[in-house]
């Protein structure tokens, strides 16, 4: 009886003691409840920062631009790479036009001064400043090239393509073939004229009529010629008829996102932006007038 009680009495204080021992392991083992929180419950885990919202920029850039804005853009995203570019690449006449009719347009870059003062004097745009100019050359298509080597030789071709008089590579070439006049005969300019097939609304289009086969050769910009060089001949205009062309850009007064515009603006102004132009054959802005 006596064996029976101390068993009995053991037994119990086992029982006693085990929670004790369980409690002991979950605190050990990192089970145990936190203060204020559920036993065993796993923390949640930190909300990820929201994305930064994207920005959109308009710009409208002569045909010209295609190429030289393509890569500024590219560059323009490894710092800005919230802000969504768009182009709307055209005339520059044309461009004008769709601004002054409402368009949502933050930048203008024009191919021309003349374009852009009209949109400054109408207050639809802030103070222009020039970042670039070009230089137009003679495109001929490669089956013609042996017959083109100077500007006195356009007269010898059959179909020639130029821009609209409205559109700035257009007014140019007119402006061209008239200082030729003093150079190469009175009548030059009329020569040629006799031999025009074709005026096109871009420069763009004027390269692609001699890349295409559709004309001898064409009047376009040192840019436009770069980026064809494989599929035409190109021609040098004498200095001292040519003309070079001028590139002003400005923020449209009303654009609807100010603060990207003004910082596209600020890197095609910028070292970097002004050596990507130089790559695509742009030439750098004349130095401003000593005061």
């Known amino acids: 009886m006596t064996k029976l009680m101390q068993l009995l009495s053991r037994c119990r204080s086992l029982w006693l003691m085990a929670p004790l021992g369980l409690w002991g392991c979950q605190s050990e083992s990192g089970t145990a409840p936190s203060e204020g929180g559920t036993p065993g419950a796993t923390p949640a885990p930190a909300a990820s920062p929201a994305p930064a919202a994207k920005q959109e920029l308009v710009v409208f850039a002569a045909a010209s631009l295609r190429d030289a804005f393509g890569s500024l853009k590219t560059e323009f995203g490894k710092t800005h790479p919230t802000v969504d570019v768009t182009f709307n690449f055209a005339g520059t006449q044309d461009l004008r036009v769709q601004l002054e009719h409402g368009a949502a347009v933050d930048v203008f870059a024009s191919a021309d001064q003349e374009n852009m003062n009209e949109l400054e004097t109408a207050g639809r745009v802030s103070k222009p400043v020039v970042f670039a100019r070009n230089e137009p050359v003679i495109v001929v298509a490669k089956e013609r090239a042996s017959a083109v080597s100077s500007l006195a030789d356009l007269p010898k071709l059959d179909q020639l393509v130029i821009g609209v008089p409205d559109v700035p590579i257009g007014r140019y070439t007119a402006q061209i ?34 890349t ?79 005061q």
Do not use: M
């Open 212 to 290: 295409l086969g559709e004309a001898d050769a064409g009047i376009v910009y040192r840019t436009d010629a770069n980026s064809a060089k494989d599929k035409v001949s190109v021609v040098s205009i004498p200095a001292d008829v040519n003309v070079i062309a001028q590139y002003p850009i400005a923020v449209v007064a009303a654009a609807p996102h100010a603060a990207p515009a003004n910082e596209w603006l600020k890197f095609v102004l910028s070292p970097a932006g002004q050596e990507l132009l130089g790559e695509a054959g742009f030439l750098a802005p004349a130095p401003a007038p000593a």
């Open 177 to 210: 073939l008239n200082n030729a006049n003093e150079t190469l005969g009175a009548d030059f300019s009329s020569k040629v004229e006799k031999k025009i097939v074709s005026r096109e609304l871009d420069v763009r289009q004027v390269l692609a009529k001699v």
